[in-house]
T-cell receptor, first 112, second 113 residues
Framework: AQSVTQPDIHITVSEGASLELRCNYS??????LFWYVQSPGQGLQLLLK??????LVQGIKGFEAEFKRSQSSFNLRKPSVHWSDAAEYFC??????????FGKGTRLHILP | IAGITQAPTSQILAAGRRMTLRCTQD?????MYWYRQDLGLGLRLIHY???????GKGEVPDGYSVSRANTDDFPLTLASAVPSQTSVYFC????????????FGPGTRLTVT
């Protein structure tokens, strides 16, 4: 069965520091992988997605993620966070149908 | 460009009452979805529709029903609301292609008292 695990419920980093949010998935075939961001009181916005090809994908707002099949991971990174990056981040996995499974989310806090 | 609209933005509802949450998209997407978001549980799929005229059950369908009479609209109905249905509800849509990218509405915050 498909599943997504985001091990960290909360992450706190200082503004300007680097960021890595972890995501592990379980899926029987090659998955489609996504990262979404949700600002307070808002809906979800797609940051980036992986379907095939280059395992390092670039997204909006300076984010990137790397697909590592051997580790079943799709971690999200950003070299230098800004206060406006404070939000909740969701990793998601999908497959042959249109349904996707979301992780429980990681809330990112930024220290000034 | 509107994308996906949801109504109402928020609602307080007495237990036992019937309520329909509205969702409309203008992207001509085939697939539409309803999720509920609860603290610590992330997003859980309630119902989905791959195309107009068809619907399917998601992870937590009990107490909810949907219909898909046309491409643009996908209403979610709570026939007799209960306090455990207090949540934030998100509608989403996606094109029926390999992109799988889902576009989300702004959400409806529902409180059942």
């Amino acid at each position: 069965a498909q599943s997504v695990t985001q091990p960290d419920i909360h992450i706190t980093v200082s503004e300007g520091a680097s960021l890595e949010l972890r995501c592990n998935y379980s899926y029987g075939a090659t998955p489609y992988l996504f990262w979404y961001v949700q600002s307070p009181g808002q809906g979800l916005q797609l940051l980036l997605k992986y379907f095939s090809g280059d395992t390092l994908v670039q997204g909006i707002k300076g984010f990137e993620a790397e697909f590592k099949r051997s580790q079943s991971s799709f971690n999200l990174r950003k070299p230098s966070v800004h206060w406006s990056d404070a939000a909740e981040y969701f990793c998601a996995v999908g497959g042959g149908d249109d349904k996707i499974i979301f992780g429980k989310g990681t809330r990112l806090h930024i220290l000034p | 460009i509107a994308g996906i609209t949801q109504a109402p933005t928020s609602q307080i509802l007495a237990a036992g009452r019937r309520m329909t949450l509205r969702c409309t998209q203008d992207m001509r997407h085939n697939a539409m979805y309803w999720y509920r978001q609860d603290l610590g549980l992330g997003l859980r799929l309630i119902h989905y529709s791959n195309t107009a005229g068809t619907t399917g059950k998601g992870e937590v369908p009990d107490g909810y029903s949907v219909s898909r009479a046309n491409t643009d609209d996908f209403p979610l109905t709570l026939a007799s609301a209960v306090p455990s249905q207090t949540s934030v509800y998100f509608c989403a849509s996606s094109a029926h292609d390999r992109s799988h990218e889902q576009y989300f509405g702004p959400g409806t915050r529902l409180t059942v008292t």
